[in-house]
């Protein structure tokens, strides 16, 4: 059974359940700031070292800014040096999905909120241990929430 994450009037479960957040565009426009759209529905990118959690030491847990499911914990975030948020692990394998993104002039892997399909960063095989995993993400993308321990 899956917890309830309960904050102001946002209702999420701690994983996805398979149940797709589908909205039109014109509804994410409104539900999301421009930066906001241009990352996860556009696929765009932040400017490095320019965006708001890249330097983030807060201890707490990061959400798809789109439809709140929970996706990284600062228990996995560590400094990567590119200027963007970094982890080596999701909170859970299911709420994250990968794509191939052959965008620029070489193949990446994109990473997504398997909820919402919005578009959270890329995934590259540099990180630290013990996954060896670099989790490079928009700060954008996210909504972060400090715990209070």
Excluded at 31 to 36: I, N
Excluded at 96 to 122: A, M, N, P, W
Aim: glycine share 6%; proline share 4%; with cysteine.
């Amino acid at each position: 059974m899956s917890s309830i994450v309960h904050k102001e009037d946002r209702l999420s479960l701690d994983h996805f359940d398979g149940e797709k957040v589908l909205l039109t565009d014109q509804e994410w426009r409104k539900k999301l700031s421009p930066d906001q759209y241009d990352i996860l529905r556009r696929k765009g990118t932040e400017n490095a070292f320019h965006n708001k959690y890249y330097n983030l030491k807060k201890h707490g847990i990061y959400f798809c800014a789109g439809c709140s499911l929970p996706l990284f914990s600062s228990d996995t975030k560590y400094d990567s040096g590119t200027g963007w948020p970094s982890f080596w692990a999701p909170i859970t394998e299911e709420n994250i999905s990968y794509q191939k993104d052959s965008s620029l002039f070489s193949t990446r892997t994109e990473v997504l909120c398997s909820r919402c399909d919005g578009h959270l960063g890329h995934l590259f095989d540099d990180g630290p241990k013990p996954t060896g995993k670099r989790y490079c993400l928009n700060s954008e993308a996210l909504h972060f929430e400090e715990s209070s321990d």
